[in-house]
């Protein structure tokens, strides 16, 4: 197809040829690679976990389980979306926490800590819970569900999203 | 493997259409004058390249008044490769109306759109109007302040037009101020009116440069007895 006179020898044609292959390539390849990077970067991008901050551990009382209102802010790409929300805090020696979803396993209900009967009772069908979140009685198919908790100088630290009983 | 090969191009003309395409003739052009022939070639380069950056970039940008601005800055910040990207495609915008305005002086100055050429040219002109229409729509979506009030001059000096300049001015800010709906009409005139015309008419444009051919370079030859030399009159 293309003229060449002689073989194993660079003509100016085939020179441009080799030259535009190889410009042109390189440029194909560059933008194949910024283009797929770009492109693909969801695969290797890595979760921010957004930890909510709940004040000192030195305000909170062993055995006393209460319940704390927070804000948590969840970036989602180039907006932060803002929601209240609230946890159980039990704690039995200022060390170690656990943090308690507020919803009622069975069917959502806000429950609260009765000092009385020192269980966690939900008004919506009278489940109770102990303080370690295991069903005492009702209808509830699982334990109160958990927030991982940890404590950094100081003060105590709860990721708002639910896992299961530890 | 081979013969494969050979089926593809009997079934999709490939030789032909690279003789065609690729190995036509074109006129001998001599020194930096020869360089004025690559604008065209050039403004087609770029115009891929917003392309392709153009349609990744719209993965991450919302035409929103609310998250215009925060998307780009997240576009910028957070993605990978994503500055590299918006940049190519800014300063690719600017390379575009460079290009095209070389080009189209390129082709006036050697008299290039006269006989047989005059529809190549109209379609020309086209594409340039084209061009400004992406440049001015395209430079509202970061929806910064320079963004926000060199379009609200634009727009201000299209309402200048006598007795329906008013109405322009409305069409082009989808209402009587400047917000949410002129954004998201400018946007989709960048990235949906825009490309379906510019497609069609780069189609014809192409067509016409390989269906016509090159113009010969105007400069005068010593040895060409032919006084139609350098008239642009096809020989």
Not at chain 1, 100 to 109: E, M, S, W
Not at chain 2, 27 to 47: C, I, M, N
């Given at each position: 197809?293309?003229?060449d006179?002689?073989?194993?020898e660079?003509?100016?044609?085939?020179?441009?040829?080799?030259?535009?292959?190889g410009?042109?390539g390189l440029i194909?390849a560059?933008f194949?690679?910024i283009?797929?990077g770009?492109?693909?970067s969801?695969?290797?991008?890595?979760?921010?976990e957004?930890?909510?901050d709940?004040?000192?551990?030195?305000?909170?009382?062993?055995?006393v389980?209460v319940?704390?209102?927070f804000?948590?802010?969840?970036?989602d790409?180039?907006?932060?979306?803002?929601?209240?929300?609230s946890?159980?805090?039990?704690?039995?020696n200022?060390?170690?926490f656990?943090?308690f979803?507020?919803?009622c396993?069975?069917?959502?209900?806000?429950?609260?800590?009765?000092d009385d009967k020192?269980q966690?009772?939900?008004?919506c069908?009278?489940?109770?819970f102990g303080?370690?979140?295991?069903v005492?009685s009702?209808p509830?198919p699982r334990p109160l569900?958990r927030?991982p908790?940890?404590?950094?100088?100081?003060h105590?630290?709860?990721l708002?999203q639910k896992t299961?009983?530890? | 493997?081979n013969?494969f090969w050979?089926?593809?191009?009997?079934?999709?003309?490939i030789?032909?259409?690279?003789?065609?395409?690729f190995a036509?003739?074109?006129?001998e052009?001599?020194?930096?004058?020869?360089w004025?022939?690559t604008?065209?070639?050039?403004?087609?380069?770029v115009?891929?390249?917003?392309a392709?950056?153009g349609?990744?970039?719209a993965?991450n940008?919302?035409?929103?008044?609310?998250h215009a601005y925060?998307s780009?800055?997240?576009?910028?910040?957070?993605?990978l490769?994503g500055r590299?990207?918006?940049?190519?495609?800014h300063w690719?915008a600017t390379?575009?109306?460079i290009?095209?305005?070389?080009?189209?002086l390129?082709?006036?100055?050697m008299?290039?759109?006269k006989?047989?050429?005059?529809?190549t040219?109209?379609?020309?002109?086209?594409i340039f109007l084209?061009?400004?229409?992406f440049?001015f729509?395209?430079y509202?979506?970061?929806?910064?302040?320079?963004a926000?009030?060199?379009?609200?001059v634009?727009?201000?000096i299209s309402a200048?037009?006598?007795?329906?300049g008013?109405?322009?001015?409305k069409?082009?800010k989808?209402?009587?101020?400047?917000g949410?709906?002129?954004?998201?009409r400018?946007y989709?005139?960048?990235?949906?009116?825009?490309?379906?015309i510019?497609?069609?008419a780069l189609?014809?444009h192409?067509?016409?440069v390989?269906?016509h051919?090159?113009?010969e370079?105007?400069?005068?030859?010593e040895?060409?007895?032919?006084?139609?030399?350098?008239?642009?009159?096809l020989q």
């Amino acid at each position: 197809m293309a003229y060449d006179p002689t073989e194993n020898e660079i003509t100016r044609r085939s020179f441009l040829s080799r030259a535009i292959v190889g410009i042109g390539g390189l440029i194909g390849a560059v933008f194949t690679g910024i283009g797929g990077g770009y492109f693909l970067s969801p695969l290797w991008h890595k979760k921010k976990e957004s930890w909510v901050d709940l004040g000192l551990v030195k305000d909170f009382r062993e055995g006393v389980p209460v319940k704390v209102d927070f804000t948590v802010r969840k970036r989602d790409a180039w907006s932060t979306i803002e929601s209240r929300s609230s946890a159980w805090i039990v704690t039995a020696n200022l060390k170690e926490f656990i943090a308690f979803d507020p919803k009622c396993t069975h069917l959502g209900c806000p429950y609260r800590w009765s000092d009385d009967k020192k269980q966690f009772l939900c008004p919506c069908h009278t489940a109770t819970f102990g303080i370690d979140g295991k069903v005492v009685s009702g209808p509830p198919p699982r334990p109160l569900d958990r927030y991982p908790t940890k404590v950094v100088g100081g003060h105590l630290l709860i990721l708002p999203q639910k896992t299961a009983e530890a | 493997m081979n013969s494969f090969w050979e089926w593809m191009k009997t079934r999709l003309g490939i030789e032909e259409l690279w003789n065609a395409l690729f190995a036509r003739h074109v006129p001998e052009a001599k020194g930096w004058t020869a360089w004025l022939y690559t604008l065209g070639s050039a403004s087609l380069f770029v115009f891929t390249v917003q392309a392709i950056t153009g349609a990744l970039l719209a993965m991450n940008y919302v035409p929103s008044p609310d998250h215009a601005y925060d998307s780009i800055r997240f576009i910028n910040e957070q993605v990978l490769l994503g500055r590299f990207l918006r940049g190519l495609h800014h300063w690719g915008a600017t390379a575009m109306v460079i290009l095209v305005s070389l080009h189209m002086l390129r082709v006036y100055f050697m008299g290039s759109y006269k006989y047989p050429r005059e529809a190549t040219w109209i379609v020309g002109v086209l594409i340039f109007l084209v061009v400004m229409g992406f440049s001015f729509t395209g430079y509202l979506l970061p929806w910064d302040q320079k963004a926000y009030w060199a379009t609200m001059v634009g727009v201000n000096i299209s309402a200048q037009v006598p007795v329906i300049g008013e109405y322009i001015g409305k069409v082009l800010k989808g209402g009587d101020e400047m917000g949410a709906v002129t954004l998201t009409r400018f946007y989709a005139i960048q990235v949906l009116v825009l490309p379906a015309i510019i497609l069609g008419a780069l189609a014809i444009h192409l067509f016409l440069v390989v269906w016509h051919g090159i113009s010969e370079s105007p400069t005068r030859k010593e040895d060409d007895q032919n006084k139609n030399a350098g008239t642009g009159i096809l020989q």
